[in-house]
């Protein structure tokens, strides 16, 4: 009897374990922009919508905005990712990037969102990529990067934002 019940409880547990569709990891995420070509992302925006319930773990967010001032876009980046309830884990004004964690929500073990940007002299653009960790089962469409990116269009005079579709490694 306490051999079926182990072997029950390992069972469960290998499955928990090997359930995850994606695994969020601060390493996926770029600690500079190099390799990042942010006229690209603007130009690859994402036409189709997502289902209602998916196991979709990568997002994406592009911004454009008439501010050109570095230091209002890294307190308007940081803003944002804190009113969305990130934690900053790697911040660098010499590279243009900013990461943020959270942890367990309804709909994901752990999300990382990476925003990049690039300031030119006439406007900035921003690129925002956020990963998920979620298990086999999916859950609901919840483009998280969106939802970062419209809070930091209230704070940033924006031109344009939509979603892309570029997964940078």
Same mark, same amino acid.
């Given at each position: 009897m306490k051999t079926k019940k182990s072997f029950l409880l390992l069972f469960i547990s290998t499955i928990l374990i090997q359930s995850c569709v994606s695994v969020a990891k601060l390493s996926d995420f770029p600690r500079t922009t190099d390799g990042l070509d942010?006229?690209?992302?603007?130009?690859?925006?994402?036409?189709?919508?997502?289902?209602?319930?998916? *196991?979709? &773990?990568?997002?994406?967010?592009? #911004? $454009?905005? *008439?501010? &050109?001032?570095?230091?209002?876009? #890294? $307190?308007?980046?940081?803003?944002?990712?804190?009113?969305?309830?990130?934690?900053i884990k790697n911040y660098n004004a010499n590279f243009s990037v900013v990461i943020g964690e959270r942890g367990l929500r309804a709909n994901e073990w752990k999300s990382i969102a990476g925003i990049y940007y690039q300031i030119n002299n006439e406007m900035s653009q921003i690129y925002i990529k956020c990963k998920i960790t979620q298990d086999f089962t999916g859950g609901w469409s919840e483009n998280r990067a969106e939802k970062i990116g419209k809070i930091l269009c209230k704070k940033l005079n924006c031109m344009e934002s939509y979603p892309v579709n570029y997964i940078a490694k």
């Open positions: 942010f006229d690209k992302i603007s130009t690859l925006k994402k036409l189709e919508s997502d289902k209602s319930w998916n *196991v979709k &773990t990568g997002y994406e967010y592009y #911004i $454009n905005s *008439v501010v &050109t001032n570095d230091s209002l876009i #890294i $307190n308007a980046i940081r803003e944002s990712l804190y009113e969305s309830g990130y934690a």
